[in-house]
């Protein structure tokens, strides 16, 4: 597609419940990163793949929270037992080379509630 | 590390006058620097990026950015308001050529007023 997709562009969730938030990135988009951003604040880096290689994975809040990008294009974060401190808008971004010097595109995000 | 520091969180100005928002960045390295504007309910938008080439970097919309070395700043520009420029920006630092993160800065609230 023309630009990077995420769906559910909103998600409400009783606390415990687990999702699944999608990224299409851009095709032939080698990276393809994924952050949180709170009301209110920056977003904050979550974890990155090269291809179908997750490299860093250190803002990744705790054990809960999982992502995968097993055939190097689409990539899916799931979130187990979500907490009210999950609420947040999850952005996707994806970069054609590992080095962004052509810049990075971003998603639209997905608005997570949790209830 | 890197760091980026938006020293205003909010700035208002009249349409058709300038606009300045100031960004000071911190890194070990050769550093990338970008300017993003997100709009309500928007994704993000790059406006303009620097990757050690032309220190004046021109974008979209009228804005540009002058990275300076010396004093480790990559303030946004543009000389005329509109309205339409009413939004969130971000400053952004990360390596140059290597598979490294974005880093964020906290934001700047830009609004214009008639």
């Known amino acids: 597609g023309a630009g990077v997709s995420q769906s559910p562009r909103y998600k409400v969730a009783k606390r415990g419940q687990d999702v699944a938030l999608r990224c299409d990135p851009i095709s032939g988009h080698v990276s393809l990163f994924w952050y949180q951003q709170a009301l209110g604040q920056g977003p904050e880096f979550l974890t990155y793949?090269?291809?179908?290689?997750?490299?860093?994975k250190s803002g990744l809040p705790s054990d809960r929270f999982f992502a995968e990008r097993p055939e190097g294009s689409v990539s899916t974060l799931k979130i187990q037992r979500t907490q009210q401190e999950d609420s947040a808008v999850y952005l996707c971004?994806?970069?054609?080379?590992?080095?962004?010097?052509?810049?990075?595109?971003f998603g639209s995000g997905t608005r997570l509630t949790v209830v | 590390a890197q760091s980026v520091t938006q020293l205003d969180s909010h700035v208002s100005v009249s349409e058709g006058t300038p606009v300045l928002l100031r960004c000071n960045y911190s890194?070990?390295?050769?550093?990338?620097l970008f300017w993003y504007v997100q709009h309500p309910n928007k994704g993000l938008q790059l406006l303009l990026k620097?990757?050690?080439?032309?220190?004046l970097v021109k974008g979209i919309n009228g804005f540009e950015a002058e990275f300076k070395k010396s004093e480790t700043s990559f303030h946004l520009t543009k000389p005329s308001a509109h309205m339409s420029d009413a939004a969130e920006y971000f400053c952004v630092v990360t390596f140059t050529g290597t598979a490294s993160k974005l880093t964020f800065g906290t934001g700047t609230r830009l609004q214009v007023t008639l």
């Open positions: 971004a994806s970069s054609l080379l590992p080095g962004g010097e052509y810049g990075y595109t």
């Open positions: 793949f090269q291809n179908e290689a997750q490299l860093d």
């Open positions: 620097y990757t050690s080439a032309a220190t």
């Open positions: 890194s070990s390295y050769s550093p990338s």
